[in-house]
């Protein structure tokens, strides 16, 4: 009887040894799997945001941008540390005008980490007040105030991909970008 005991405790050892190298095995090829969708297929930009309690993170997935960009797309920069999440306003080609809005809002465009509050002044680059070629008008609609509004022309090259959903907080996981206007 010792002897059937002591083979029935060497049988579950070695089924447990067994089907805890398999849990290990799945647990190893789905990190894989993730790190491969999370390196390849998308990625997570994180950027920080301004909201009603002081200055919060927040995570997007971005997915890869084909070449269609268009006015309303929001996009994610790919700047190492300085990532952020934009509004297309113009493409390539298309006109724009700077100075004092209806309500008083004053518009900025940064270009190379520059400011720029006019046409003039940004003469050099946008030559009859047309975007230039390669280029894209973004705007930041989660750090625009009351009174200025800044834009940013940045070369299509920068751009990391469409921002397709919030990842974090958790509280507006899967919803669109724009929810991140109503933190």
Known sequence: MNKYREKNEERDRRTLLRN???WLYTVIWILFVFVFLFTSVFRVVSFPVQTNSGL????VIVLPQDDSLKTGDMVATGRGASNWIGEVVAC???TISLGI???GTADCIIYQNKRYFSVEELSHIVKDGK???GCVLLKSGLTDGETFRVRELVAVG???GAAVCVAYPFQLLGQSVQELKNL
Do not use: D
Not at 56 to 59: K, L, V
């Open 20 to 22: 805890s190298f398999l």
């Open 56 to 59: 919060c993170y927040a995570s």
């Open 92 to 94: 390539e080609g298309e």
């Open 101 to 103: 809005g209806k309500a």
């Open 131 to 133: 975007i230039p070629k």
């Open 158 to 160: 920068e751009i990391a």
